[in-house]
């Protein structure tokens, strides 16, 4: 009795689980230059990146929220500036550590061979208790930020999150697998 128990709470537990991952998908921005998979429908806003290098600059913010977490992609234009996009990167590296305690920081890449793309990875604890990893790169003269916050409602240590920083690709004439 005790073992077929156990498997009905493996079996439901499974089963819950199910919904949340299927619901991921890839969604490609061809005109900002990416594409990510978001486990929701998506919403486009308009922001501001700031910063002392950077200036203030529009953004393009594509966000989707699920289970406690808000996933973010976040673009600035600086093909007017591509000279300065490395000092830009290392700047925004340095803003995103200061908004909370700082977990990690570490190099980050999308996909494999040549057409790698390097940046930055950062995890901070924020003061409400919840957890914000961020990956920004600087390619083709635009400031990419892709940024994973989970409230600290929710499961700080949901392995399905980082399903959105891994899922980062710019090479759009390459499919990744499913």
């Known amino acids: ?8 709470v493996f ?3 499974l089963l819950s689980m199910g919904p949340a991952q ?18 929701a429908d998506t919403t486009t806003a308009k922001g501001q990146w700031k910063g002392g290098v950077a200036r203030n600059v529009p953004t393009t913010v ?21 000279a300065d996009t490395p000092s830009i990167l290392g700047e925004a590296a340095y803003i995103l550590a200061l908004e909370g305690t700082l977990i990690a920081d570490t190099m980050a890449r999308t ?11 950062i995890t901070v604890t924020l003061k409400d ?37 891994d899922s980062i690709l710019f090479d759009l004439g390459r499919d990744r697998p499913q």
Request: glycine share 8%.
């Open 11 to 13: 079996a439901a537990l």
């Open 129 to 165: 208790g919840g957890k914000k990893t961020s990956e920004v790169y600087a390619t083709r003269g635009k400031l990419y930020l892709f940024v994973t916050t989970i409230s600290a409602a929710g499961d700080l240590g949901n392995p399905i999150a980082a399903r959105f920083q």
């Open 111 to 121: 996909e494999p061979g040549p057409n790698a793309v390097y940046g930055r990875r």
């Open 22 to 39: 299927a619901a991921w998908k890839q969604y490609k921005f061809p005109e900002l230059g990416f594409a990510v998979d978001f486990p």
């Open 62 to 82: 594509i966000s989707a929220e699920l289970d406690h977490v808000t996933y973010q992609a976040i673009v600035a234009d600086f093909t007017n500036r591509v």
């Open 1 to 8: 009795m005790v073992t077929r128990l156990r498997y009905l």
